[in-house]
């Protein structure tokens, strides 16, 4: 096959991509043909607002203090937005000032900034970015998820389209060239409420290229600490910033973990995944090294924790893996993994997260299991965030996880 037709077959296959996700994403929200987000029924907020169901209904009613949800059926059972719930939270704090329902941190409180890291591919780092970002969403929190990868994996499913929705210039890549000093005009907003985007696309594989150039060119130029700056030169009223970083050591991932105030590595129980991280690990210790020489005071970090992923519970060689590694990471490793279900993989086909699906996907049985999986690690990395802040939450948040 001569290399011009190979281009026309890629270029086609390219496409065809392209217009089978714009197909799935317009088939699964019909009619406004674009994503937005489910509904919460009552056990479900009363979950994520930290009350009891009956204190719930209670106060939600018709003509209660925070009367709101649209009613179902003939029970009055209700659902809520996730602007609902963020209203009856706030609501809530600013009644009874219980730090349990407080989300937003205070001005003592350092801005948060979680890079989820490593070199292979398939370690589902995407995944554990954008189920961490949507979860704190979910909690409260006011996120920004930052797409530092070229293939723009979780740019896709926040519905966009990276080679027609997104702009270079609406991307980190002004930042990297130097051109923007700031996130400022790369943050749009997303159909998630307190929960905002920075895209990506292929022209951060361009960056990739243009920081050592800079480097050379430019006198006392800090290539590792680009996206450091540009977040603490933005005015953001975010308490977290997530990174999700490309499958690679590069310049991306290089910025993002001196930017980061706490790393998760996700690692699935594989023997070649786990020699892969082994050497991921090698490669920053060295970097780091490297790093140090020049700027000694350079990065701090106030967790690093390594997560199991992709774990398939029933797989006797993956569990002697998981024990091994519980063995040898001490408490490096999170207590929670992220166990593999059937609901978590299909709600991945539909080109959604498994927050945005609800128990009528697959078996009922099969979701509430990944539900709990998935909301046992979010609230494991959520105690790290809140014990940074000296918050007394964490220590129950932790035990909850434990527990799970």
Not at 53 to 72: N, P
Not at 157 to 168: I, K, N, Y
Request: proline content about 3%; aromatic content about 8%; charged content about 25%.
């Amino acid at each position: 096959m001569k290399l011009s037709r190979l281009r026309e077959r890629l270029s086609h296959a390219a496409d065809v991509c392209q217009i089978t996700q714009q197909k799935i994403v317009a088939l699964d929200n019909a009619p406004e043909d674009r994503k937005r987000l489910r509904q919460f029924p009552t056990v479900e907020a009363a979950q994520l607002l930290g009350v009891s169901e009956s204190y719930l209904r209670q106060i939600t009613k018709e003509g209660a203090e925070f009367g709101c949800g649209t009613v179902i059926g003939n029970n009055y059972r209700r659902t809520f937005t996730l602007k609902e719930l963020h209203w009856i939270l706030d609501g809530l704090y600013e009644k009874t000032r219980d730090e349990r329902y407080r989300r937003q941190r205070a001005g003592t409180e350092k801005l948060q900034v979680i890079a989820v890291a490593n070199f292979k591919g398939g370690a589902a780092k995407t995944t554990t970015a954008i189920h961490l970002s949507q979860y704190l969403a979910l909690r409260g929190y006011r996120a920004l998820v930052v797409d530092l990868d070229s293939q723009a994996s979780l740019t896709s499913l926040f519905g966009l389209q990276a080679d027609t929705d997104v702009q270079p210039e609406e991307t980190l890549y002004p930042v990297f060239r130097g051109e923007a000093d700031s996130l400022a005009g790369c943050i749009r907003r997303t159909y998630w409420p307190r929960l905002d985007l920075v895209p990506a696309n292929l022209s951060l594989s361009q960056a990739e290229f243009e920081l050592p150039v800079r480097a050379q060119r430019e006198r006392n130029f800090a290539f590792w600490l680009v996206l450091r700056e540009a977040i603490q030169k933005s005015t953001m009223d975010y308490d977290v910033v997530i990174l999700d970083c490309p499958p690679s050591l590069g310049f991306m991932s290089i910025n993002a973990i001196f930017a980061a105030t706490g790393v998760i590595v996700p690692v699935p129980p594989s023997m070649i995944d786990f020699v892969s991280t082994g050497q991921f690990f090698r490669m920053c210790s060295q970097v780091l090294d490297q790093v140090e020489e020049i700027d000694p005071d350079s990065k701090e970090v106030d967790f690093f924790r390594i997560l199991v992923a992709k774990h398939n519970v029933t797989d006797q060689n993956q569990k002697q893996i998981v024990h091994l590694m519980a063995a040898n990471f001490g408490d490096m490793l999170l207590q929670n993994p992220m166990a593999v279900t059937t609901a978590l993989d299909g709600a991945g086909l539909r080109k959604r997260t498994y927050y945005e699906i609800d128990d009528q996907v697959g078996a009922r049985q099969s979701y509430m299991r990944g539900l709990a999986y998935l909301n046992a690690v979010n609230a494991e990395i959520e105690g790290l965030m809140l014990k940074t802040w000296e918050r007394q939450e964490s220590d129950r948040l932790l035990a909850n996880a434990s527990a799970a």
